[in-house]
């Protein structure tokens, strides 16, 4: 008989937020727990703050908030990782742990790195992190006192940085941060020291812009004259970050540029460095929301550097893996991308459900910068809040301290669009409270979707890839043969950093010049996949190339006689060892004369040993470069292995025709530079630019 009964409506599925490798996580992810995530508080902190959503799948990682102030060794933090911890939330939420921890890190009125890698400065160098750090704890306290000592702090940090290591010629600072070379290295085999030192990172400056930005903010709320030189500097380098890190047909940011003298940019993505140029607004936002969207990563999450460089750049391989996904879930919703911000809440309760979760202030940072949004300015907190579309009913977030002000936050609706605002149920036009609001206050907000956010976008491949060899090239002048050729690659081939030609064969001529030249190959593989670039070739015609020996710099004294024995005790050759102008770090400053044949710019390099037993100071050792009364800039000597000849940083200097004096010396503030170190001088040489 067949039934009279209505059929029952088949079940509305909702798709996954994230699915990866057995692990499913929907809107209705059923857990056990309470629906409101409390953040720790002391007696010393004035916090209780507290984030209620009914959102089940959001509330999965409400076990997280626990290990989220405590359980991390501070001390151990890097720099980057302790100062965007404090700007990205505990600023706002532990203010005065904050405070002391900062304070921690200053030496001598000045930034300084972890005593575990101090002796690797300038090449390593992640002190201007502390700067917006240090700001955001005064917007959030209000101390005038902690102020005027970090912006003295500050002051004395940039001075420093950007003595060593701004380079004009490119308009951007040099140096790496500590997650690119540990642990395991991004940079090319062939690359050395002295060659990593000569890189242009993303993250070192989107720092520095950071940096002076919040300098030029201090000193205003100091009432202070404004540093007009160092705000010159932000604004140039925040443009050379958009020109000569944007990769304009990929559309996302390179993660360095790198080869020397004239540098070519890697067509790989740090991500670390892109998620954070986007949740500190150091970048033009259509800039930022495009690397969001179309930056490529893996169903289980964001991979450190895109195409991966080594296997720990996988999701969940690397020990900053997990900040990572967060740092992607808050640039997510500053770009206004759901699709995005879904895929890296995603990463991280899939990092949860392993217990493998090391959230390093994860949690505090994605409530605060992330879903609420805040800004802090110079006279109010602003909010600009962001849910996904899975949020449903109110989004509460209870007691955020604001100096003197208390702040109940409560959303209703979903989307990035603000369309209706309550200020202690007074209808208001300011999302946000100025710093001089005192007591008890709530603001309601009623959210809606904008057209971007219903329509964005992610790019999510099953293999990113990883990047493909460096090429090995034999040159002889200027004929070439790839030693590991691949006749499935392409091979880009760039003269003094400009991309000049490509080719499929193993051997190709370049044309003869009469200029001092560099050729850098990159390797692009069948899949577009690409990878750094081999070693960097430089030409040196006729004329362009002088050797000033250390017989020269220090005429008169001649280096020792060996003998050499047979078995038998004949002597069967007797030479006299090259002379090694000792450079200990007490040295007085060094002077010599150059006889140039042609007025222009050159490239001077040093090139030394490490003497053995040299003990490694407190940074590399480096010596101020002085031509013709003029100080060019610091030439710097990393650490090799002892008795092995190798080429210092260079330093470009304008030389007039005829007789030069140089002089290499100690700075004469001994305060801004680590100790001098010590190495041997070989020889210098000075190169003619075109």
Request: hydrophobic residues 40%; proline residues 7%.
């Amino acid at each position: 008989m067949a039934s009279c009964g209505r059929e029952p409506e088949p079940v509305q599925s909702v798709p996954p937020l994230f699915q990866t490798h057995g692990f499913t996580l929907t809107p209705d992810y059923i857990v056990s727990g309470a629906d409101t995530l409390c953040f720790p508080s002391s007696r010393a902190e004035k916090s209780g703050f507290s984030v209620t959503t009914s959102s089940q799948s959001f509330n999965y990682l409400a076990a997280l908030t626990a290990a989220d102030s405590v359980a991390v060794n501070m001390a151990s933090l890097s720099n980057w990782e302790l100062s965007t911890r404090i700007a990205l939330g505990d600023a706002w939420l532990y203010p005065e742990r904050s405070m002391k921890l900062l304070r921690d890190r200053v030496r001598g009125g000045r930034v300084t790195t972890l005593e575990q890698i101090r002796q690797y400065w300038p090449m390593i160098s992640d002190c201007l992190a502390w700067i917006p750090a240090a700001l955001e704890i005064y917007r959030a306290t209000g101390d005038k006192k902690w102020l005027r000592e970090a912006a003295d702090v500050s002051l004395s940090t940039l001075r420093r940085e950007i003595a060593v290591n701004y380079i004009p010629e490119t308009g951007l600072f040099r140096s790496v941060p500590v997650y690119l070379l540990t642990p395991a290295s991004h940079f090319a085999p062939w690359m050395n020291h002295a060659d990593i030192l000569q890189t242009y990172t993303l993250f070192n400056n989107v720092m520095a812009v950071k940096a002076m930005e919040s300098l030029a903010q201090m000193n205003a709320a100091l009432n202070r004259p404004p540093a007009e030189d160092i705000d010159s500097l932000c604004r140039l380098v925040s443009r050379r970050v958009a020109t000569l890190l944007w990769v304009p047909d990929k559309g996302y940011f390179s993660e360095f540029l790198y080869g020397g003298v004239f540098p070519v940019q890697s067509r790989i993505a740090d991500n670390m460095a892109q998620a954070l140029t986007a949740c500190l607004g150091a970048v033009y936002p259509p800039l930022a929301s495009s690397a969001v969207s179309r930056t490529p990563r893996l169903p289980s999450g964001m991979p450190l550097t895109s195409p991966l460089m080594n296997p720990t750049d996988e999701p969940g391989s690397n020990p900053v893996s997990h900040a990572l996904q967060s740092f992607w879930a808050i640039a997510s919703l500053r770009a206004g991308n759901e699709a995005s911000f879904n895929h890296a809440l995603g990463a991280m309760a899939l990092a949860a459900s392993a217990d493998d979760f090391r959230c390093d202030g994860a949690m505090s940072r994605l409530m605060l910068k992330g879903l609420l949004g805040l800004e802090s300015t110079d006279t109010a907190v602003v909010f600009h809040p962001a849910l996904p579309s899975w949020f449903s009913g109110v989004t509460e977030f209870r007691k955020l301290t604001v100096r003197d002000c208390s702040l109940d936050i409560r959303i209703k609706g979903h989307g990035n669009m603000v369309s209706e605002i309550l200020l202690d149920g007074e209808p208001s036009s300011f999302c946000g409270v100025p710093y001089t609001q005192k007591g008890n206050h709530t603001l309601e907000v009623v959210l809606e979707s904008s057209p971007r956010w219903a329509k964005s976008s992610v790019n999510i491949t099953d293999s990113v890839g990883y990047a493909t060899q460096s090429p090995q090239v034999f040159w002889c002048n200027l004929s070439a043969e790839i030693l590991n050729f691949r006749q499935d690659f392409t091979y880009n081939i760039y003269v003094d950093g400009v991309l000049y030609d490509r080719t499929s064969s193993r051997k190709f001529n370049l044309p003869d010049t009469h200029n001092f030249t560099t050729v850098n190959l990159v390797s692009t593989g069948s899949g577009k996949s690409t990878g750094l670039a081999g070693r960097t070739f430089s030409y040196f015609p006729p004329r362009t190339r002088f050797v000033v020996p250390a017989d020269t710099i220090e005429p008169g004294i001649k280096g020792r006689i060996r003998t050499v024995r047979n078995r038998r005790g004949r002597v069967i050759r007797r030479f006299r060892e090259p002379h090694y102008v000792r450079m200990p770090s007490w040295r007085s400053a060094l002077r010599f004369s150059f006889n140039a044949s042609e007025e222009g710019e050159y490239i001077m390099r040093i090139v030394y040993i490490t003497p053995a037993g040299a003990v490694p100071s407190s940074g590399f050792p480096m010596r101020r470069i002085s031509v013709n009364g003029g100080v060019e800039g610091y030439a710097v000597m990393p650490f090799v292995r002892a008795g092995y000849a190798v080429e210092s940083s260079p330093v470009r200097v304008p030389l007039v025709k005829g007789r030069n004096r140089v002089e290499l010396a100690v700075d004469a503030d001994a305060s801004m530079l680590p100790s001098a170190g010590e190495f041997s001088i070989k020889e210098i040489v000075f190169v003619r630019l075109p």
